[in-house]
Nanobody
């Protein structure tokens, strides 16, 4: 079992930056892959970014590529999502998720554990 605790959401102006954190417990972080997903009101949950257990392999949605960076500090059992050049359309609840393997994946159905979500609001 993996427990995930997210933090770092908030209100930011367009063009600004925000860093989300997700602390994992129950498993050594290097042994599990993690992902970030988001869901806006009235919209389906969508993939944002994913990282393999080592952090060497990453994937990004086209909408956030070159703006967002997923990273991890395995010694701290923490995964991050650095969000730069934020746009109003990035406004959503962001969820951290984990798989029971080290291999990164972009599909929500392949994730077993989820955080509670943290609200990110980008104003224009």
């Amino acid at each position: 079992q993996v427990q995930l605790v997210e933090s770092g959401g908030g209100l930011v102006q367009a063009g600004g930056s925000l860093r989300l954190s997700c602390v994992a417990s129950g498993r050594t972080l290097s042994s599990i892959a993690t992902g970030w997903f988001r869901q806006a009101p009235g919209k389906e949950r969508e993939f944002v970014a994913a990282s393999s257990g080592s952090g060497a392999v990453t994937y990004y949605a086209d909408s956030v590529k070159e703006r967002f960076t997923i990273s991890r500090d395995n010694a701290k059992n923490t995964v991050y999502l650095q969000m730069n050049s934020l746009k109003p359309e990035d406004t959503a609840v962001y969820y951290c998720a984990a798989r029971g393997t080290r291999w990164a994946n972009t599909q929500s159905d392949n994730y077993d554990y989820w955080g509670q979500g943290t609200q990110v609001t980008v104003s224009s």
